[in-house]
């Protein structure tokens, strides 16, 4: 972001485009990981022998909330919380589409722009980005969400 980025300004930033993270791999060690601690064990993720025979993918796939659950840390690496935020709290999704499977292996990146920024009582700011988590060298996305963000003031001490 850059250093005119705050929460007095970002709703001058709604419609542009606020960056793309670093590419995340997504190996079938995160996938194991991630199915044992949800408890989905659905052989299309985690049986890499039977996913390579019976799959129309032809490999093991990632789970769609597990690729959902990486928008989080890659909202931060964004930098979408300013320096004049006290912290930045998970609000929500507005609508979430599932649109390509991620392959064991593949590597993901989001890419966001501020759809808006509305002020909210008590020195907070609700942002709503439009994130899409790209899978390298694919046509499309994994994903595309609308998430939503609350930016909470950093809290004036009196002198």
Not at 42 to 60: M, Y
Not at 110 to 131: F, I, T
């Given at each position: 972001?850059?250093?005119?980025?705050?929460?007095?300004?970002?709703?001058?930033?709604?419609?542009?485009?606020?960056?793309?993270?670093?590419?995340?791999?997504?190996?079938?060690?995160?996938?194991?990981?991630?199915?044992?601690?949800?408890?989905?064990?659905?052989?299309?993720?985690?049986?890499?022998?039977?996913?390579?025979?019976?799959?129309?993918?032809?490999?093991?796939?990632?789970?769609?909330?597990?690729?959902?659950?990486?928008?989080?840390?890659?909202?931060?690496?964004?930098?979408?919380?300013?320096?004049?935020?006290?912290?930045?709290?998970?609000?929500?999704?507005?609508?979430?589409?599932?649109?390509?499977?991620?392959?064991?292996?593949?590597?993901?990146?989001?890419?966001?722009?501020?759809?808006?920024?509305?002020?909210?009582?008590?020195?907070?700011?609700?942002?709503?980005?439009?994130?899409?988590?790209?899978?390298?060298?694919?046509?499309?996305?994994?994903?595309?969400?609308?998430?939503?963000?609350?930016l909470i003031a950093k809290q004036r001490v009196p002198s």
């Open positions: 972001m850059t250093l005119d980025y705050t929460m007095t300004t970002a709703p001058q930033f709604v419609g542009r485009e606020l960056g793309m993270t670093e590419w995340v791999t997504v190996g079938q060690d995160r996938i194991d990981q991630f199915a044992a601690c949800t408890g989905d064990h659905q052989w299309i993720h985690v049986d890499v022998e039977r996913a390579k025979r019976e799959s129309p993918f032809g490999e093991p796939i990632a789970h769609g909330y597990l690729i959902l659950s990486l928008v989080a840390a890659m909202v931060m690496e964004l930098g979408v919380v300013p320096p004049d935020a006290a912290t930045a709290l998970n609000y929500g999704l507005d609508k979430v589409r599932f649109i390509a499977p991620v392959k064991a292996g593949a590597r993901v990146r989001m890419r966001a722009n501020l759809a808006s920024a509305e002020p909210q009582a008590g020195g907070r700011m609700l942002l709503k980005l439009q994130s899409t988590l790209e899978i390298e060298g694919e046509a499309k996305p994994a994903l595309i969400a609308e998430v939503l963000c609350m």
